[in-house]
């Protein structure tokens, strides 16, 4: 920021000063938010449609069962889907921030905290029509400035892709773990592999790959019918030396249930899919306890090549 007020700019006096302390200042503040948070996982895929806000909020509230505290972040921007998911009708306006520092989140049931831009929206069917920085800016405040106290887990949603937003929280929460959700079909499999590149990039370590509508259960009979194959989830993790984490098998009711405000995967119900669900997030907090993957290094030019030695190498 200080290299770009030299001679000529039209940098007016002590302005440049100013923004270099407030980013000083909002730096410090996402420090002490993020070092009250044990586990961080960004929920990610190169390819949209394959669930991950579901994946994200089913993760959320059931670990959240599970007695730990909780956080949801919903960082896709000019998608969110959070609020409606969870039936979050909550305006910021209407909280009661008078003499607080920070915002408090929304909340829902004793164990989980929720942000989403829809929070801060007073009608939610308007478009967010943003660039790059503006996007960078309410991503990090969503972590500086909301109360989201001590947590064990923080829970983020991204949009799909590897663009402004998964690369802000890679670059705001740099012990952030990645969870990819993937579809079986092979069209949905080539997107996420760039997902997996991308945390070989940028260091993001990687908890595991989840394989979303592993086939169809039907509501009569309760069979599982695979009309978009299986098994191509776990193909790619193995490909990649990533954790397979579990496959999730299609279920009306997961439809309803979101549509609702009740997400099903994480309800108390008898299914295939809740109980495909119950693993992955055993198998999840597993991975957490245990060292998550990092990814091999790809040469970034250095002396070390593509086998590059961080204990040893000054890159």
Not at 49 to 57: F, L, P, R
Not at 96 to 114: A, E
Not at 245 to 263: A, E, H, T, Y
Request: aromatic share 4%; charged share 20%; net charge negative.
């Amino acid at each position: 920021m200080g290299s770009s007020c030299g001679s000529g700019s039209s940098c007016s006096s002590g302005s440049c000063g100013s923004a270099d302390a407030a980013i000083a200042q909002q730096d410090m503040a996402i420090t002490s938010s993020l070092g009250k948070i044990k586990n961080k996982i960004l929920v990610m895929s190169g390819k949209g449609g394959v669930g991950k806000s579901t994946v994200s909020t089913n993760l959320a509230l059931g670990l959240a069962k599970k007695g730990y505290k909780v956080g949801l972040m919903d960082v896709d921007l000019h998608g969110p889907d959070i609020c409606r998911m969870l039936n979050l009708t909550d305006k910021l306006h209407e909280s009661q921030t008078q003499g607080r520092n920070l915002i408090p989140p929304m909340q829902y049931g004793d164990n989980l905290k929720v942000i989403s831009l829809e929070y801060m929206m007073e009608d939610r069917d308007d478009p967010i029509i943003w660039r790059g920085p503006l996007k960078v800016q309410a991503i990090r405040q969503f972590v500086a400035d909301m109360d989201w106290g001590d947590l064990d887990y923080l829970i983020i949603d991204a949009p799909p892709g590897t663009g402004d937003e998964p690369l802000t929280v890679a670059q705001t929460i740099k012990d952030a773990h990645a969870l990819v959700v993937t579809t079986p079909q092979e069209v949905a499999l080539a997107d996420v592999r760039k997902s997996l590149n991308f945390c070989k990039q940028v260091k993001m370590k990687v908890i595991g790959m989840v394989e979303n509508m592993s086939g169809f259960i039907c509501p009569h009979c309760e069979e599982t019918v695979e009309i978009f194959k299986s098994g191509g989830g776990e193909k790619t993790a193995a490909e990649f030396g990533v954790t397979f984490l579990g496959k999730v098998p299609i279920d009306p009711r997961v439809v309803v249930g979101g549509d609702d405000g009740s997400p099903y995967l994480s309800s108390e119900e008898e299914s295939p899919a809740i109980a495909a669900f119950a693993s992955v997030i055993s198998n999840v907090e597993k991975e957490v306890a245990n060292k998550p993957v990092t990814l091999g290094n790809i040469d970034s030019g250095c002396g070390c090549g593509g086998t590059c030695n961080p204990d040893t190498c000054d890159c």
